[in-house]
């Protein structure tokens, strides 16, 4: 898939408010300092579309993205991160499980996990109650050009089997780096290969 455009459509922080289109949705979320709207603008091939910071945490809101007019890509707030305040914390864990819970365009959700860091408990509960909720979801190691590919193997199994353990199978996984565009070309044809199937389906 070649991403020919791609426009901010809003914030907001109400599920009720998000766009009423019928267009595909695909939700970007991980721990807060993954990387993630470093991917986004890889993956779209723009420098500023999601605002990147040195502060963990910035992302707060539902935000939309409108990519080649016909699918939407999905910015959600980071979570588990320590100096958000515990109320503050309440209010997004509450609109992110009520994106997943009534959000009936979401296609499937990329969960973004730092590759170098062994498997941290907070990113295999939110992927467990992901699981117990029926949201489809595939796994984006982050981060990958600060490995060996040793490591990255290495790293990648620690995860196959602590969910092996509880998941009859691996969920689906991207290898991916900002900085080199790693894995770039992989996400996009699946997201282009969900948005054909569902294209066929009607």
Known sequence: MKIKSAEFVMSNSDVAKCPKSRLPEYAFIGRSNVGKSSLINM???RKSLA???GRPGKTQLINHFLIN????LVDLPGYGYARVSKSSK???QKFI???FGLREQLVTAFILVDIRHTPQPIDLEFMQWMGENGVPFSIIFTKADKLKPKAIENHVEAYKKILLESW???PNYFITSSSNETGKEDVL???DSLNNNMELDN
Do not use: G, R
Request: proline fraction near 0%.
């Open 90 to 92: 309440k209010v997004f």
């Open 69 to 72: 007019k016909n699918w939407h």
């Open 168 to 170: 009859e199978d691996m």
């Open 43 to 45: 993956l779209t091939s």
């Open 189 to 191: 044809a699946y997201i």
């Open 51 to 53: 605002k990147t910071s």
């Open 97 to 99: 499980t009520q994106y």
